[in-house]
Protein backbone atom coordinates (compact mmCIF):
# COMPACT_ATOMS: atom_id res chain seq x y z
CA UNK A 1 0.00 0.00 0.00
CA UNK A 2 1.26 3.43 -0.90
CA UNK A 3 2.42 5.46 2.55
CA UNK A 4 1.05 8.78 0.54
CA UNK A 5 -2.64 9.13 -1.42
CA UNK A 6 -2.97 8.64 -5.24
CA UNK A 7 -4.40 11.04 -7.25
CA UNK A 8 -6.73 8.74 -9.75
CA UNK A 9 -8.63 12.08 -11.75
CA UNK A 10 -6.47 15.24 -11.49
CA UNK A 11 -8.94 18.76 -10.36
CA UNK A 12 -5.63 20.79 -11.03
CA UNK A 13 -4.74 22.29 -14.36
CA UNK A 14 -1.40 21.63 -14.11
CA UNK A 15 -1.54 17.94 -12.75
CA UNK A 16 -3.86 17.45 -15.89
CA UNK A 17 -1.64 18.49 -18.30
CA UNK A 18 1.04 16.10 -16.60
CA UNK A 19 -1.36 13.47 -16.64
CA UNK A 20 -1.93 13.80 -20.31
CA UNK A 21 1.72 14.02 -20.88
CA UNK A 22 1.72 10.42 -19.22
CA UNK A 23 -0.81 9.17 -21.06
CA UNK A 24 0.39 9.97 -24.17
CA UNK A 25 3.66 8.81 -23.74
CA UNK A 26 2.98 5.82 -21.82
CA UNK A 27 -0.23 4.60 -23.01
CA UNK A 28 -1.38 4.91 -19.18
CA UNK A 29 -0.45 6.99 -16.25
CA UNK A 30 2.08 5.85 -14.31
CA UNK A 31 1.31 4.94 -10.42
CA UNK A 32 4.57 7.24 -9.57
CA UNK A 33 2.61 10.31 -11.53
CA UNK A 34 -0.68 9.47 -9.52
CA UNK A 35 1.62 9.74 -6.10
CA UNK A 36 3.28 12.87 -7.88
CA UNK A 37 -0.23 14.27 -8.58
CA UNK A 38 -0.88 15.40 -4.98
CA UNK A 39 1.85 18.17 -5.61
CA UNK A 40 1.46 20.26 -9.00
CA UNK A 41 4.82 21.44 -9.24
CA UNK A 42 6.79 18.32 -9.05
CA UNK A 43 4.20 16.29 -11.13
CA UNK A 44 4.71 18.56 -13.57
CA UNK A 45 8.46 18.83 -13.52
CA UNK A 46 9.18 14.70 -12.79
CA UNK A 47 7.35 14.03 -15.45
CA UNK A 48 8.05 15.73 -18.03
CA UNK A 49 11.43 14.42 -17.95
CA UNK A 50 10.75 10.80 -17.20
CA UNK A 51 8.67 11.35 -20.77
CA UNK A 52 11.66 12.89 -22.20
CA UNK A 53 14.35 10.43 -20.97
CA UNK A 54 12.27 7.37 -21.88
CA UNK A 55 12.97 7.92 -25.68
CA UNK A 56 15.48 7.84 -28.22
CA UNK A 57 17.88 10.89 -27.94
CA UNK A 58 20.98 11.64 -28.24
CA UNK A 59 21.63 8.09 -26.40
CA UNK A 60 19.35 5.06 -28.19
CA UNK A 61 16.21 4.60 -25.50
CA UNK A 62 17.03 0.78 -25.76
CA UNK A 63 20.78 1.40 -24.11
CA UNK A 64 19.10 3.67 -22.07
CA UNK A 65 17.05 1.18 -20.29
CA UNK A 66 19.95 -1.00 -19.75
CA UNK A 67 21.64 1.88 -17.86
CA UNK A 68 18.31 2.73 -15.96
CA UNK A 69 18.40 -1.08 -14.58
CA UNK A 70 21.87 -1.01 -13.92
CA UNK A 71 21.18 2.32 -11.43
CA UNK A 72 18.06 0.42 -9.64
CA UNK A 73 20.32 -2.57 -9.15
CA UNK A 74 22.74 -0.64 -7.93
CA UNK A 75 20.71 1.36 -4.97
CA UNK A 76 18.72 -1.67 -4.68
CA UNK A 77 15.70 -0.44 -5.33
CA UNK A 78 12.45 -2.17 -6.84
CA UNK A 79 10.15 0.49 -7.88
CA UNK A 80 9.34 -0.23 -11.65
CA UNK A 81 12.36 -2.91 -11.95
CA UNK A 82 10.13 -5.30 -14.02
CA UNK A 83 8.04 -3.00 -15.63
CA UNK A 84 12.20 -1.42 -17.01
CA UNK A 85 13.10 -4.84 -17.56
CA UNK A 86 10.30 -5.88 -19.73
CA UNK A 87 10.58 -2.38 -21.34
CA UNK A 88 14.38 -3.12 -22.04
CA UNK A 89 13.85 -6.52 -23.91
CA UNK A 90 11.15 -4.92 -26.09
CA UNK A 91 13.21 -2.13 -26.98
CA UNK A 92 15.50 -5.12 -28.42
CA UNK A 93 18.16 -5.89 -25.93
CA UNK A 94 18.50 -9.55 -25.49
CA UNK A 95 17.49 -11.65 -22.41
CA UNK A 96 20.99 -12.33 -21.75
CA UNK A 97 22.43 -9.07 -21.84
CA UNK A 98 19.77 -7.90 -19.46
CA UNK A 99 20.26 -10.85 -17.74
CA UNK A 100 24.57 -10.01 -17.26
CA UNK A 101 23.76 -6.56 -15.58
CA UNK A 102 23.32 -8.62 -12.33
CA UNK A 103 26.33 -7.80 -10.13
CA UNK A 104 29.45 -7.74 -11.88
CA UNK A 105 28.63 -9.60 -15.01
CA UNK A 106 28.90 -6.85 -17.30
CA UNK A 107 32.62 -6.12 -16.72
CA UNK A 108 33.37 -9.58 -18.94
CA UNK A 109 30.02 -10.35 -20.98
CA UNK A 110 30.75 -10.39 -24.49
CA UNK A 111 27.21 -9.02 -24.67
CA UNK A 112 28.56 -5.15 -24.11
CA UNK A 113 30.56 -3.00 -25.94
CA UNK A 114 33.66 -1.28 -24.57
CA UNK A 115 31.74 1.96 -24.87
CA UNK A 116 28.48 0.12 -23.37
CA UNK A 117 30.77 -1.44 -20.42
CA UNK A 118 32.40 2.16 -19.28
CA UNK A 119 28.70 3.61 -18.74
CA UNK A 120 27.63 1.25 -16.59
CA UNK A 121 30.91 1.27 -14.68
CA UNK A 122 29.73 4.88 -14.20
CA UNK A 123 26.47 3.77 -12.75
CA UNK A 124 28.36 1.56 -10.75
CA UNK A 125 30.53 5.02 -9.36
CA UNK A 126 27.27 7.00 -8.91
CA UNK A 127 25.33 4.60 -7.34
CA UNK A 128 28.75 4.52 -4.56
CA UNK A 129 29.63 8.17 -4.62
CA UNK A 130 28.79 10.59 -7.14
CA UNK A 131 31.70 12.86 -5.93
CA UNK A 132 34.00 11.01 -6.70
CA UNK A 133 34.01 9.65 -10.19
CA UNK A 134 37.36 9.78 -11.09
CA UNK A 135 39.39 11.70 -13.97
CA UNK A 136 40.63 8.94 -15.26
CA UNK A 137 36.85 7.33 -15.90
CA UNK A 138 35.60 10.49 -17.04
CA UNK A 139 38.89 10.42 -19.78
CA UNK A 140 37.48 6.62 -20.60
CA UNK A 141 34.24 7.85 -21.32
CA UNK A 142 35.30 10.76 -23.26
CA UNK A 143 36.89 8.43 -25.60
CA UNK A 144 33.30 6.49 -26.54
CA UNK A 145 30.67 9.21 -25.71
CA UNK A 146 29.90 12.86 -26.76
CA UNK A 147 29.56 15.62 -23.97
CA UNK A 148 25.98 15.85 -25.52
CA UNK A 149 25.76 12.31 -24.52
CA UNK A 150 27.73 12.56 -21.50
CA UNK A 151 25.11 14.84 -20.15
CA UNK A 152 22.22 12.45 -21.24
CA UNK A 153 23.62 9.06 -19.86
CA UNK A 154 24.64 11.25 -16.46
CA UNK A 155 20.81 12.82 -16.04
CA UNK A 156 19.11 9.44 -17.04
CA UNK A 157 21.38 7.30 -14.23
CA UNK A 158 20.78 10.48 -11.74
CA UNK A 159 17.21 11.21 -11.92
CA UNK A 160 16.42 6.67 -12.01
CA UNK A 161 18.36 7.39 -8.44
CA UNK A 162 16.01 10.02 -7.28
CA UNK A 163 12.72 8.35 -9.41
CA UNK A 164 14.08 4.49 -7.76
CA UNK A 165 14.33 6.00 -4.17
CA UNK A 166 11.03 7.56 -4.37
CA UNK A 167 8.96 4.92 -5.80
CA UNK A 168 10.54 2.71 -2.86
CA UNK A 169 10.12 5.18 0.63
CA UNK A 170 6.76 5.60 -1.04
CA UNK A 171 5.82 2.07 -1.70
CA UNK A 172 4.52 2.39 -4.81
CA UNK A 173 4.85 -0.13 -7.28
CA UNK A 174 4.31 -0.07 -10.84
CA UNK A 175 4.19 -3.25 -12.60
CA UNK A 176 3.50 -2.25 -16.33
CA UNK A 177 5.72 0.91 -17.73
CA UNK A 178 4.02 1.10 -21.17
CA UNK A 179 0.67 0.11 -21.88
CA UNK A 180 1.14 1.35 -25.67
CA UNK A 181 3.66 -0.09 -28.60
CA UNK A 182 7.18 1.12 -27.93
CA UNK A 183 8.70 -0.06 -31.15
Known amino acids: MPA ?3 VETPTNDGVKEAFRVAKEHFGHVPNLVKALGT ?8 TAFFAQSLQDGR ?79 WERLRKHWNAGQLVELTAVITTFVMIGRVGDALGIAEPVMFTKSVG
Open 59 to 137: VSFAFKELVILKTLRVIGAFYSYGAHEKLAIDLGNSPEKVGDLSNSLWRTSPHFSEAEKVVLELVDQIGIDANDVSDEL
Open 4 to 6: TAI
Open 39 to 46: NEAMCRTI
